[in-house]
């Protein structure tokens, strides 16, 4: 064996990989370099960042009921729910406040995993920085609440399958509802 073979096939490939660069895109089969931020690459369904609550049609469509689930299941406790009380002083089964601080999050996608009313998911958005390291990174919810159309978008996969999970649960519903409704007699 030559001595330096390896150093030379080390420069080739570094010497074509400087070359195909300008020409080729990593999906066609180019070096994975991205001209972040003129260019973007398009991030894969399960990458994750931090959560967002999804609300169906408008925002006052919640889904999240304030179960407080995922904010004891999550392990740095960045979730701080408070529960909406109506005009009878009943729990209104929705937020009244509903933050996270960016500053603790950990984008372990544990609150995801445990909610059981398909109301939070890990978002894409990446770009979430703030000038302050103190409240500005705590997003309340009106900034936590992207649509459902928003989800479908970012995990076409994942949404859709929640999306015909809620359905069949829906029609589930109205059929056990029109079983205990007593039945119709003709009219005398
Ligand atoms: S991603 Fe993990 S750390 Fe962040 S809010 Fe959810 S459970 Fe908490
Ligand atoms: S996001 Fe889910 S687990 Fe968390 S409080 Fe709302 S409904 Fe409960």
Redesign the pocket.
Known sequence: MIFGTGILKGLFVTLKNFVTSYFRKPDNGGIFTVQYPEERDKAIEAFRN??FLAYDGTPDKVRCVACGI?ER????K??HIVMEIDPLGKPARRPSVFE?DHG?????????DVCPFDS?Y?DHAFEVTAADRGKELVRPKEALLKSNDYFLKIRPGTATLVDQKRRAAEEKKKLSRAATLPPQGPVS
């Open positions: 931090f959560p995922c299941e999550c392990p740095p960045c979730i996270i603790l999050c950990m984008n372990c996608g544990m609150c995801e939070i890990m």
